[in-house]
């Protein structure tokens, strides 16, 4: 095991995958239907990731696999070492624009809920499908060119 890996925290990674799956749905869902239905999709999925970011018991996808799926086998445990300070920044930002998307769409402006919207949902997809954490990419990028040490 090397350094790295000893220093970096242990999470379920099916947590994260199971919430993040669920949160893409019900962005996509939101979308298509549109309207009061589909704002109250995106707003609940913004206030998921925004609220559970800082309040673990609101991030109602992951106390279902906590609490019932992986307890009774459905879904099986997977811990995995990861740094998730840069996704706990992500959900921040994404529950925030999914917010913003809610009320955008609530207003009747769908486009601009697409433009918000789909962005966010293909990074999380992304993590999700292939483990590619786009803010990771960016930060670390940033980070080899030494603006963060700058900043």
């Not at 309207?35 to 999925?45: E, T």
């Not at 995995?80 to 992500?90: G, M, W």
């Amino acid at each position: 095991m090397s350094a790295a890996t000893r220093e970096t925290p242990v999470y379920d990674r099916t947590a994260r995958k199971a919430h993040q799956w669920t949160m893409v749905a019900l962005v996509i869902v939101g979308l298509i239907l549109q309207g009061i239905a589909g704002g109250v999709l995106l707003a609940v999925a913004g206030a998921v990731m925004l609220a559970g970011r800082f309040w673990w018991p609101a991030d109602l996808v992951r106390q279902l696999v906590w609490r019932v799926l992986e307890p009774v086998g459905i879904l099986k445990r997977n811990d995995v070492h990861e740094d998730h300070e840069t996704r706990r920044i992500a959900r921040v930002i994404g529950g925030t624009i999914w917010l913003l998307a809610a009320a955008s769409l609530l207003a009747g402006n769908a486009i601009l809920a697409w433009v918000l919207t789909l962005p966010i949902a293909v990074m999380v997809a992304l993590d999700a499908s292939v483990d590619f954490c786009a803010l990771c990419f960016i930060m670390a990028q940033l980070d080899r060119r030494g603006i963060l040490h700058r900043a």
